[in-house]
């Protein structure tokens, strides 16, 4: 399995601001998803990164609120943008299992409280 | 109605008790099963993957799938504290990347 480092680990925002939120991989992977996991509810996908081109995003998710950037094979970032409390959850980032990818591994995430 | 469903819990058993934790599902698409477990702060763990209806051990835990009646299971043998966490099951259909999870069952095992 993949070692996902992911930071922040937790983070409180004013209301308005921006935060990004960075995804390390220890190897090189074709996709990464970003999942939203609110209280009481599941996972949820937000979208996928492919290297090299823009992300598909879930509906319900658009580019201006949460851009993404994925610049390599490793690598991955999520901005929450102008924050709301609604926004306040924890989002994960996860890879496919090299190998086995049909397995998804996951970062241990970061923790959003926006006030 | 939710493509899958999980009880929240929470549950709370004794150490050394068999646990069941379960989910439902409407779509008949799923080919792929999972359970994940998380702990608190913590991002989910793959324990168990099945692709096919029947039951597969790992150790003290047993994933089970009836396809035929949209059913999931994991069970946990001889329960350890250590397995206290939330559990989520989640799938896929053969076509797809996306993973649909359940909302997690929240198990506490104490002493």
């Known amino acids: 399995s993949a070692v996902i480092s992911q930071k922040p680990s937790r983070d409180i925002c004013q209301r308005g601001t921006s935060l990004t939120i960075q995804c390390q991989v220890d190897?090189?992977?074709?996709?990464m998803f970003w999942y939203r996991q609110q209280p009481g509810q599941s996972l949820t996908l937000i979208a996928t990164?492919?290297?090299?081109?823009?992300?598909?995003?879930e509906s319900g998710f658009v580019i201006d609120k949460f851009p993404i950037s994925r610049p390599n094979l490793t690598f991955s970032t999520l901005t929450v943008s102008n924050m709301s409390p609604e926004d306040s959850s924890i989002y994960l980032c996860?890879?496919?299992?090299?190998?086995?990818?049909?397995?998804?591994?996951f970062g241990s995430g970061t923790q959003l409280s926006v006030l | 109605q939710k493509e899958v469903e999980q009880d929240p819990g929470p549950l709370s058993v004794p150490e050394g008790a068999i646990v069941s934790l379960n989910c439902t599902y409407s779509n008949s698409a799923f080919q792929y099963f999972m359970w994940y477990r998380q702990y608190s702060r913590k991002g989910p763990e793959l324990l168990m993957y099945t692709y096919s209806s029947g039951n597969k051990e790992d150790g003290r835990f047993t994933a089970q799938v009836d396809k035929s009646s949209k059913y999931i299971s994991l069970f946990i043998r001889d329960s350890q504290p250590s397995d206290s966490a939330t559990y989520l099951c989640a799938m896929r259909s053969y076509n797809t990347d996306k993973l649909i999870f359940g909302t997690g069952t929240r198990l506490q095992v104490f002493p």
């Open positions: 190897s090189q992977v074709t996709m």
């Open positions: 990164a492919n290297q090299g081109s823009e992300a598909t995003y």
């Open positions: 996860s890879v496919e299992g090299g190998s086995e990818p049909e397995k998804l591994f």
